[in-house]
């Protein structure tokens, strides 16, 4: 292109922005969605907020091959399989062939996640292969018209859904690899006559509480569309539920919005729980049983146990999201049985504790050291993972008066005596009891007052300031996950501070010991501890490199029962532009 024709093209591109500002790209007569009041989403969103937990299904002809064509197995998902080994279109479409799940029974599908303790089921209707588990008008590329299987899947799961009282929920990928229009110049066309019409079947047909977008990231989507399919899903089923896929606002894996006025009523992280949860903000985690999403004939190699998905699911009501837990069923039609058996242990912690689950709501406190909370109005619901040795559960920093405190799970009449300790609630609890998360009740006055969390001795009398609880204020300085150390890192600029709160409750000397590595070429700076008006500094040597730890001391302090707080800050800096990285302080008693 020659200087005059990107000039001339540049003009072109302003006057197509200039007349859609002045043209909005929905009909001005029809109702926009994306204006509704706070009340609206509110009630609109209400099942969904109270239900927490989900079964995500990802099932299509990609459960034939099972991650493995030809002797070759894949790097992606099991579901991407058509993609990852670039196998060709009537190659792929022959999976369509063999796809014949005669074990499959919806009822026990829906079974299975109803005594699993899931409120709702998102299913691939379409994923990224193009394949439809409903007989559409608009392809022959369904299970009624291309396989041998001829019954309706969709249509068997809304009448079980319906049966159980469970939400039938659709995922539909925007990306379509098998569609000849799908991509380039064509798509409007794919888009109109083809996505359009097969959301209007699905709406119609199964009435969906969910749509569950994927596969928006093709450079043919854009916000603009993104808004409008919102807004024409809605005029179809005003109150139906839709994920940010269906516009551009996602940022990545990390899956929450960039910023404000995308479209989409939730947050979708994949495979990751956000570090906290947002005020305000909608999301739910998407999590898979055993790495991939569709069926994976190896599943067994990634599967993780029961106990680490009930941990998921606390941690994400903990933070006030959701947990959207994936299946992919076998091209017979059945749960893996592990799965199933993973499925059924969750159910029977659900029984037990359920109640600290439906209808929660994020954790009041900042830190919970032995594990995690969910509220409701009047209650905090303790969740413990790792039970207090001397049976004291220590509620940090909480103002409110304790009206009562049990264990949940038919002991509810077992009162439990709590006393207060300064801020602090100590509650005394029974011998550990057997389960992943005992959860902890206890009934407060008025709304949780809490303070922000301070660390405190352990029972050996050292304080433990980890990176991941520290205030860090500067630039560049950051929290870091490198492997097992989660680090304050990228430690640049001459102000860039960190700092933790803690108190301790008896006269004391303490030894300062910082965990801190630097690589070759950084080293030669100093640092310095500012505590109860006192500094320390100490000299920065290199480690074997940033992931290398050594354990160093500046000094002692002695300190009076009191609240303390701990800055670390450059001094000066070494050869290089970076100072070092922190993995925690310790203050340790000297005596
Ligand atoms: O259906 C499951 C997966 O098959 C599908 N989503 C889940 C629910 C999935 N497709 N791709 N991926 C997951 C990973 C893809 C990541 C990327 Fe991107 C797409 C990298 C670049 C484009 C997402 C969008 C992350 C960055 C931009």
Redesign the pocket.
């Known amino acids: 292109m020659n200087k005059r024709e990107k000039k001339s093209l540049v003009w072109c591109l302003i006057a197509v922005c200039l007349l859609m500002t002045v043209v909005p790209p929905t009909n001005a007569a029809e109702k926009n969605y994306l204006n509704e009041s706070e009340a609206e989403t509110d009630a609109r969103m209400q099942w969904w907020r109270d239900a927490r937990f989900g079964m995500f299904i990802?099932w299509g002809i990609y459960a034939v091959p099972g991650g493995i064509h030809k002797g070759r197995s894949l790097s992606g998902?099991a579901?991407?399989i058509m993609a990852s080994l670039q196998i060709p279109k009537d190659e792929y479409e022959k999976f369509a062939d063999q796809f014949n799940p005669t074990d499959f029974d919806a009822d026990e599908w829906v079974r299975i996640a109803k005594d699993a303790g899931m409120k709702y089921i998102v299913i691939t209707s379409k994923?990224?292969d193009g394949f439809c588990l409903w007989d559409s008008d608009v392809t022959e590329y369904d299970v009624i018209d291309a396989t041998p299987y001829d019954r309706d899947i969709l249509q068997e799961l809304e009448d079980a859904c319906n049966e159980h009282g469970v939400k039938l929920c659709f995922y539909y990928s925007i990306m379509d690899w098998h569609h000849p229009d799908a991509s380039g110049d064509s798509f409007p066309k794919y888009r109109d006559e083809y996505m359009k019409p097969q959301l209007k079947e699905l709406v119609e047909r199964y009435d969906p509480a969910v749509l569950w977008f994927?596969g928006e990231?093709i450079k043919e989507w854009t916000e603009p569309q993104g808004k409008e399919l919102y807004n024409y899903i809605r005029s179809l089923k005003p109150d139906i539920i839709i994920n940010n896929r269906v516009g551009k606002g996602?940022q990545?894996?990390q899956g929450m919005n960039k910023g404000e006025g995308y479209a989409g009523d939730f947050g979708t992280p994949?495979q990751q729980i956000p570090a906290t949860g947002l005020e305000g903000v909608d999301w739910e985690s998407?999590l898979t049983m055993f790495h991939h999403?569709g069926y994976h004939k190896n599943y067994q190699k990634w599967l993780r146990s029961g106990d680490s998905f009930i941990r998921d699911l606390i941690d994400t009501t903990s933070k006030g999201g959701n947990c959207l837990l994936n299946v992919g069923p076998t091209p017979e039609g059945t749960f893996p049985p592990p799965c199933v058996q993973r499925l059924d242990q969750i159910g029977d912690w659900i029984e037990t504790y359920g109640e600290s689950i439906y209808g929660s709501t994020a954790s009041p406190f900042t830190k919970t050291p032995w594990g995690r909370c969910t509220a409701k109005p009047g209650k905090l619901y303790l969740h413990v993972y790792d039970w207090p040795a001397d049976n004291k559960l220590v509620v940090p920093g909480l103002k409110n008066k304790v009206a009562s405190a049990y264990i949940l799970g038919g002991m509810e009449g077992n009162k439990l005596s709590t006393t207060r300790k300064g801020d602090d609630v100590v509650i005394d609890v029974p011998p550990k009891m057997d389960s992943v998360a005992t959860v902890v009740v206890l009934e407060i006055e008025g709304e949780p007052e809490v303070l922000p969390w301070m660390a405190r001795p352990d029972d050996a009398g050292t304080v433990t300031l980890k990176a991941e609880d520290a205030d860090i204020k500067g630039a560049n300085v950051r929290l870091e996950q490198k492997g097992e150390n989660a680090n304050i890192g990228y430690w640049t600029g001459e102000n860039d501070t960190v700092s933790w709160k803690f108190k301790v409750d008896k006269a004391e000397t303490y030894k300062v010991q910082l965990s801190i590595s630097c690589e070759a070429g950084y080293e030669g700076g100093t640092y310095q501890v500012a505590l109860d008006g006192k500094q320390l500094t100490g000299d920065v040597s290199k480690t074997e490199g940033w992931t290398d730890y050594e354990t160093v001391s500046p000094g002692q302090v002695e300190l009076e029962p009191g609240q303390y707080n701990l800055d670390v800050k450059p001094q000066k800096f070494g050869s290089g532009n970076a100072l070092m990285n922190l993995e925690w302080v310790k203050l340790v008693p000297t005596d």
């Open positions: 990802h998902g579901e991407w994923h990224h994927d990231w996602r990545g894996m994949e998407c999403w």
